[in-house]
T-cell receptor
Framework: QKEVEQDPGPLSVPEGAIVSLNCTYS??????FMWYRQYSRKGPELLMY????GNKEDGRFTAQVDKSSKYISLFIRDSQPSDSATYLC??????????FGTGTRLKVLA | DTGVSQDPRHKITKRGQNVTFRCDPI?????LYWYRQTLGQGPEFLTY????????KSRLLSDRFSAERPKGSFSTLEIQRTEQGDSAMYLC???????????????FGAGSRLTVL
């Protein structure tokens, strides 16, 4: 079993939809939970992160962490075609290691 | 601070040639990482530095790969005798290295894409 599991998609939604992206993990020592957005042939861009637990909101984006279920989510409200990208989750604890999901490809249709 | 910078952005080379990539991390970050990413996959860890010390190397890093971070600032990743299987995006990232800061997250550069013909 991988330490971090993420559905690769692709996920296609109409413009304006609410998008839910998810990752599950097995290591209870993880403290940092990150979401990256990656456009084709570009480096990953840090979108949001949560330290320890709870929710965080930034504009149209909300990150949630449920440590009891070992489950994290990224919600995108009022999705736009410009949100079409691959979304990577990543996690780390009190070590140098950052563990990544494989990424979910999202396509928002105009 | 302009973030993590990588150079060149794209390199096309012939099999058997040597290539070198450079990374300039965020200046106050003491940890620097190299990752490799192929199409449809998440980043795969190659190696990391804490200041100038290279503390961990992945099994993916064959003896044709070498990384340095002289003086704990910029880093270089050299691939000798390139093979077609080396074609990938090489990503550099940096982090503060302070677990308890609440901000110990990884910031990536734009990547250096290698194409080996």
């Amino acid at each position: 079993q991988k330490e971090v599991e993420q559905d690769p998609g692709p996920l296609s939604v109409p413009e304006g939809a609410i998008v839910s992206l998810n990752c599950t993990y097995s290591n209870s020592a993880f403290q940092y939970f990150m979401w990256y957005r990656q456009y084709s042939r570009k480096g990953p861009e840090l979108l949001m992160y949560t330290y320890s637990s709870g929710n965080k909101e930034d504009g149209r984006f909300t990150a949630q962490v449920d440590k009891s279920s070992k489950y994290i989510s990224l919600f995108i409200r009022d999705s736009q075609p410009s949100d079409s990208a691959t979304y990577l989750c990543a996690m780390s604890g009190r070590t140098y290691k950052y563990i990544f999901g494989t990424g979910t490809r999202l396509k928002v249709l105009a | 601070d302009t973030g993590v910078s990588q150079d060149p952005r794209h390199k096309i080379t012939k099999r058997g040639q040597n290539v070198t990539f450079r990374c300039d991390p965020i200046s106050e970050h003491n940890r620097l990482y190299w990752y490799r990413q192929t199409l449809g996959q998440g980043p795969e860890f190659l190696t990391y530095f804490q200041n100038e010390a290279q503390l961990e190397k992945s099994r993916l890093l064959s003896d044709r790969f070498s990384a340095e971070r002289p003086k704990g600032s910029f880093s270089t990743l050299e691939i000798q005798r390139t093979e077609q299987g080396d074609s990938a995006m090489y990503l550099c990232a940096s982090s503060p290295g302070d677990f308890d800061s609440g901000a110990n997250v990884l910031t990536f550069g734009a990547g250096s894409r290698l194409t080996v013909l």
